[in-house]
């Protein structure tokens, strides 16, 4: 077997390793999102669950002049982010406008229904840092 031959070999046996593991790797992606979307899906149950619950004023330094907590909790940063979410959504809808492809389109529009349960989980994680 000439060294050409040799190389045309490992060549071809690398590309078959390399897809393989490819595939493995999307496999242990796809296993992944699913975590995440039953992690999701608990935590909006439980935001459902707990939205009519009221935290006591006092808990762990909330509303508390002196407490560094209390400065956390002020409506500046929800509004902050509620402005950028509302503009995220005008860029997402400009560009839906101005794309003709299908798949632009509907790739916008799953990005666009995915933020929100995105942004609930945000608002979970940053809560729990603030208390």
């Known amino acids: 077997m000439s060294q050409i031959?040799?190389?045309?070999?490992?060549?071809?046996?690398?590309?078959?390793?390399?897809?393989?593991?490819?595939?493995?790797?999307?496999?242990?992606?796809?296993?992944?999102?699913?975590?995440?979307?039953?992690?999701?899906?608990?935590?909006?149950?439980?935001?459902?669950?707990?939205?009519?619950?009221?935290?006591?004023?006092?808990?762990?330094?909330?509303?508390?002049?002196?407490s560094p907590v209390s400065s956390q909790h002020s409506g500046t940063s929800i509004s902050v982010t509620k402005s950028y979410h509302s503009s995220k959504s005008q860029i997402l809808s400009r560009r839906r406008q101005g794309s003709k492809g299908k798949n632009k389109t509907s790739f916008n529009q799953r990005q666009k229904q995915s933020d929100p349960m995105i942004q609930k989980l945000l608002d979970l994680v940053k809560e729990a840092h603030n208390i």
Do not use: C, W
């Open 5 to 66: 031959d040799t190389l045309q070999i490992s060549h071809g046996n690398y590309k078959r390793m390399e897809s393989s593991r490819k595939f493995k790797l999307l496999e242990e992606r796809e296993a992944r999102i699913r975590e995440n979307q039953a992690t999701i899906q608990f935590i909006e149950e439980q935001l459902n669950q707990t939205e009519t619950t009221l935290i006591p004023s006092d808990s762990q330094g909330v509303n508390q002049p002196d």
